[in-house]
T-cell receptor, first 113, second 110 residues
Framework: DGGITQSPKYLFRKEGQNVTLSCEQN?????MYWYRQDPGQGLRLIYY???????QKGDIAEGYSVSREKKESFPLTVTSAQKNPTAFYLC????????????FGSGTRLTVV | QQPVQSPQAVILREGEDAVINCSSS?????VHWYRQKHGEAPVFLMI?????EQKGHEKISASFNEKKQQSSLYLTASQLSYSGTYFC???????????FGKGTRLSVIA
């Protein structure tokens, strides 16, 4: 079955360390997205990519970085510059940047201690 | 700009109806609706692309009023399984990513 896989499901890191969240899809979707979810805030866009080797900043990109070297993969790195990284991170994909609903992964809950 | 959802939360008894609204201060190109159960990923419900369009999904339907820059989600004869947080996501143009509202928490009780 096609879908999006995010790993790990739970991640604990010490303050000041960089951490990379994995997102892989086998839906052959062109567009991929990273959202951050905090209680009562909805989903806020971090980065998105409409095509391989290209990506754009979202509303809260500071302290994060991404790469899109393969169509299937869109990893997110949370750097030490991110002031408040503890959150639930959701990766999503859509057939294109213009059409189709989003398919979400099951999320990664990152806790920085 | 983030669309505004109302109400923030609603409690229903099984069989009751509910309406969730999503409005934007900018012109809307399309509106998506998603449902998220606690600790899980949001699940796509439907897209509305045209002004005045209505769509249905089981006993859940939605309308999109392009002129009023708003969409409404209608849940009829609610079931326990409808409980969760409902998000609307809006696009202001064709190739921009979705901007989501803060969500409406729906609780259906027996």
């Amino acid at each position: 079955d096609g879908g999006i896989t995010q790993s790990p499901k739970y991640l604990f890191r010490k303050e000041g360390q960089n951490v990379t969240l994995s997102c892989e899809q086998n839906l052959n979707h062109d567009a991929m997205y990273w959202y951050r979810q905090d209680p009562g805030q909805g989903l806020r866009l971090i980065y998105y990519s409409q095509i391989v080797n290209d990506f754009q900043k979202g509303d809260i990109a500071e302290g994060y970085s991404v790469s899109r070297e393969k169509k299937e993969s869109f990893p997110l790195t949370v750097t030490s510059a991110q002031k408040n990284p503890t959150a639930f991170y959701l990766c999503a994909s859509s057939p294109s940047a213009v059409t189709g609903g989003y398919t979400f992964g099951s999320g990664t809950r990152l806790t920085v201690v | 700009q983030q669309p505004v959802q109302s109400p923030q939360a609603v409690i229903l008894r099984e069989g009751e109806d509910a309406v969730i609204n999503c409005s934007s201060s900018k012109a809307l190109y399309s509106v998506h609706w998603y449902r998220q159960k606690h600790g899980e990923a949001p699940v796509f419900l439907m897209i509305l692309l045209k002004g005045g369009e209505q769509k249905g999904h089981e006993k859940i339907s939605a309308s999109f009023n392009e002129k009023k820059q708003q969409s409404s989600l209608y849940l009829t004869a609610s079931q326990l399984s409808y409980s969760g947080t409902y998000f609307c996501g809006s696009r202001n143009s064709g190739n921009t990513p979705l901007v989501f509202g803060k969500g409406t928490r729906l609780s259906v009780i027996a």
